[in-house]
């Protein structure tokens, strides 16, 4: 059973009214895939031949480094899409394996289904091309993110992103567990990392705020990662 009011905030959906969206999907064919917890969704590499939309549950994207090193990407939580950038072009294929969090389910569109309701909805195209776009500079940023080869430099430029030009302190809303698969790394490496941090007066810890006292010091962490 699709829940159509949180369909229509997916950001291929975003726009449509629910009974647009109901209309629609009634118009293609598409199935309703069930995962459980712990379960495999996909493989990386794994050839993209649908449109596939988280509608209930949460799944996580990983990828695995040539030492075997699994690193977190991103949970993908209701009602957004998987690797929908991918559904065409040469390389059509899932950058990363897909994982559920938790008994999840997917609304799983064929692609010739899909390319069916681009045509009979413009929502759903100029949503579908600024869903791709975003796409691409989330995985941008994070191709840069990882690129840097030290714990500190990681932190440090997260910080800095989070709190941005106008602020000098960052509220923590991850776990350390949650922050450490985002960088890739254990988390007492993370933690031992935010010690000496804040040893070296980089940073500053109360509870969940993160105050940075020296901008210029962190980028400099930034450079030499």
Do not use: W
């Amino acid at each position: 059973m699709i829940d159509y009011q949180l369909l229509t905030l997916c950001p291929v959906f975003r726009g449509i009214s629910e009974t647009e969206a109901e209309k629609l999907l009634k118009q293609i064919h598409f199935q309703i895939k069930k995962f459980s917890k712990n379960e495999v969704v996909v493989v990386a590499g794994e050839r993209v031949t649908n449109l596939n939309i988280v509608i209930s549950g949460s799944v996580r994207g990983e990828m695995i480094d040539y030492s075997g090193k699994t690193i977190k990407i991103e949970d993908v939580e209701a009602p957004k899409p998987l690797a929908a950038a991918f559904l065409f072009g040469q390389e059509n294929k899932f950058p990363v394996t897909v994982t559920a969090n938790q008994n999840s389910q997917i609304l799983s569109i064929p692609v010739a289904e899909f390319l069916k309701l681009l045509q009979l909805n413009s929502f759903l195209l100029r949503n579908y091309l600024n869903s791709i776009s975003s796409r691409a500079q989330f995985l941008s940023q994070k191709l840069h993110f990882l690129s840097f080869k030290t714990i500190k430099g990681k932190v440090a430029h997260f910080l800095l992103q989070q709190a941005g030009d106008k602020f000098h302190s960052v509220e923590l809303n991850n776990t350390q567990q949650q922050l450490a698969d985002l960088f890739g790394v254990t988390r007492p490496s993370l933690a031992r990392v935010f010690g000496e941090m804040q040893k070296e007066g980089l940073i500053s810890i109360s509870a969940k705020t993160v105050t940075l006292p020296d901008k210029a010091k962190l980028s400099e962490l930034i450079n030499h990662a």
